[in-house]
Every structure is written in structure tokens, then in C-alpha cells.
């Protein structure tokens, strides 16, 4: 368990999101985990008043794919810090003519179209299953819309947010396909971050900015590398805003959502029946409920 530093918030950026300039008191500190480094240095420091660590989803320069990044280090690093709220920032493309570029989405639901990431933190002798039917927590998506607002975006509260696997953008087939299911923005990223954010009981939830109108409108160019980075810059700094605003309304007030306890009922395997070695790689997740991992275990 890391020593020393401690947050009360995580703040997850994305494509463009690289740094969080409002935090005082500011140290990075480079955690590993039993899942291995974090996408990027931690940035511990305090923002309106509240410990918040920051971590850029894709690293310094922009240097991690989507389906490169260590979200289990991620998640599993910030809940080591005592991290209970997790805020995110991601880049999106609209499959809906009223959600326009430079909009900004908060999702409530999400459709998992990704393949081959790590989305759990438990295998290797140690089963659970938490409950996903939300995704995303009401509280902190709340405070977030909110806070988005007043820092000027406009903002469409709810819909469901398509995850893809990327790197690749849809094909237009796709695209077409996610409208018809209903989505309304798809992305590259959200997933497997708030299924492990669940496990790990953190609350979760995502601020998108959208960027594009994916590959469906015909009226419309194409999405491109360019046009999502030149976009998002005209939002970086309502992303930074929105976060500070969204962590002052959040701080100090307690938990009521079911996040805070999602593995009360979601764990199977007894803990005497875990192997000694997952036992100590779940660690913090866990501690709750099975204790000190030195204090016992399977073999």
C-alpha cells in the first residue's frame, strides 16, 4: 500500500485533458500496482479545497492507444490513495443531429463494444460479479452537468454512450448501426474504466466532449485525428473549469449511491478458498470485506 500521499478525488483526462494546472500543493508520484504502472505520474495536490489525483489517461504526449491503457493500474492506484469519486474527460463523436460539436454529454449508460481489454480486477481464483444495470454514478454525473453548464457548454444530460475498440474510427456501417440502436455518442474509452471503477467501489462518471458527427452524417466530413484535437482544444478549458466546480459541489458530502458498497453482494468465492498470490493482488479492492491479506488466505 502506498504511503504518504491521499485524495479524496480522481480526475482521469483524456485526449487533450494532459495536465490539471489548478491543483496547489502539487507532487507527481510514480505508483506501481500489482496490475502494473499507471498510465502516467500522479498528480496529488489540492483543488478548492479538496485532495484530488489526477492521472492523463493516454500519458504524457499522448502515447497510450485506448486499448493500451493500464485502467486496472489506473483505478486500482487511485483507490490505493483513498480515491472514493472519480471524475473522467473523454472525447466523443455524436450519432444524434441535436448533439453537436463542442457539446458536452454526461452518459448514463454505455454499450461495450470493446474486445480483448481487462475489465475486471478479480480471476485467478477469486470470483464476483457486481451489478452494472447503471453504469455510471447519478451523483457525481449530476454535479458534473451541472458544473459543465456553468462553465458555459451545452450540456445533454443522459443517453447511452457506445464504447469501441478503436484505434480505428467506426465504419460507416457502424455508425449507422449504433444510431439504430438507439446510442447517441460513441467513444473509445470509458470502458473497462467504470466496470473496475464499480469493483472498486469508487463512484464514476464521464464528462464527454463532443467532437464530431462520427461517419454518419453525409453532410458532414468525416472524423479525423485533426478535427477531434482541434476541437477539443476549444474545450480543455471548460473540461478544467467544469472538474474544479464539479469537486467543490461533491466534496465533504457523503456517499448515498450504491457504488460505495458494490461488492457487498457481489463477491462469490470465499476468501479462504482465494490463492494466497490473487488474494494480495486484489488487495485494497477487497481489504473491506476480507481483510489484511497477510493475515491469511488460500495457498
Known amino acids: 500500500m502506498v504511503e504518504g500521499p491521499r485524495a479524496e478525488f480522481g480526475v482521469i483526462g483524456g485526449s487533450g485533458f494532459y495536465a490539471m494546472p489548478g491543483l496547489s500543493e502539487a507532487h507527481a ?62 472525447a466523443v463523436g455524436s450519432l ?78 457502424e455508425s449507422h448501426l449504433y444510431r439504430a440502436w438507439g446510442a447517441d455518442v460513441v467513444g473509445m474509452t470509458a470502458l473497462p474504466e467504470a466496470k473496475l471503477a464499480r469493483e472498486a467501489e469508487c463512484c464514476y462518471a464521464s464528462l464527454c466532449f463532443v467532437t464530431d458527427y462520427d461517419v454518419w452524417r453525409e453532410d458532414e466530413a468525416d472524423v479525423t485525428a485533426d478535427m477531434v484535437m482541434a476541437r477539443l482544444a476549444a474545450n480543455v478549458g471548460r473540461g478544467r473549469e467544469a472538474v474544479a466546480a464539479a469537486v467543490a459541489t461533491l466534496g465533504g458530502r457523503p456517499r448515498t449511491c450504491g457504488c460505495a458498497d458494490a461488492l457487498s453482494t457481489a463477491l462469490v468465492t470465499a476468501p479462504e478458498r482465494v490463492p494466497a498470490a490473487t488474494r494480495a493482488r486484489l488487495g485494497v479492492v477487497v481489504r473491506r470485506y476480507w481483510g489484511d491479506p497477510d493475515a491469511g488466505g488460500g495457498s
Do not use: M, W
Open 29 to 90: 508520484f510514480d505508483l506501481d500496482t500489482p496490475y502494473g504502472a499507471t498510465s502516467s505520474a500522479v498528480t496529488v495536490g489540492s483543488l478548492r479545497g479538496h485532495r484530488v489525483a489526477f492521472i492523463a489517461r493516454h500519458g504524457e504526449g499522448h502515447r497510450i492507444l485506448p486499448e493500451e491503457v493500464p485502467s486496472r493500474a489506473n483505478i486500482y492506484a487511485l483507490k490505493t490513495l483513498g480515491v472514493t469519486r472519480i471524475l473522467a474527460v473523454s
Open 96 to 173: 444524434r443531429e441535436e448533439v453537436r460539436p463542442l457539446d458536452a454529454v454526461v452518459p448514463a449508460q454505455v454499450i461495450d463494444r470493446t474486445a480483448g481489454r481487462p475489465s475486471t480486477f478479480f480471476g485467478e481464483g477469486a470470483v464476483a460479479h457486481v451489478g452494472f444495470a447503471d453504469p455510471f454514478c447519478p451523483a457525481v454525473a449530476e454535479a458534473l452537468a451541472d458544473a459543465a453548464e456553468g462553465a458555459g457548454a451545452t450540456v445533454h444530460r443522459g443517453g447511452t454512450l457506445v464504447v469501441i475498440n478503436g484505434p480505428a474510427f467506426s465504419t460507416r456501417a
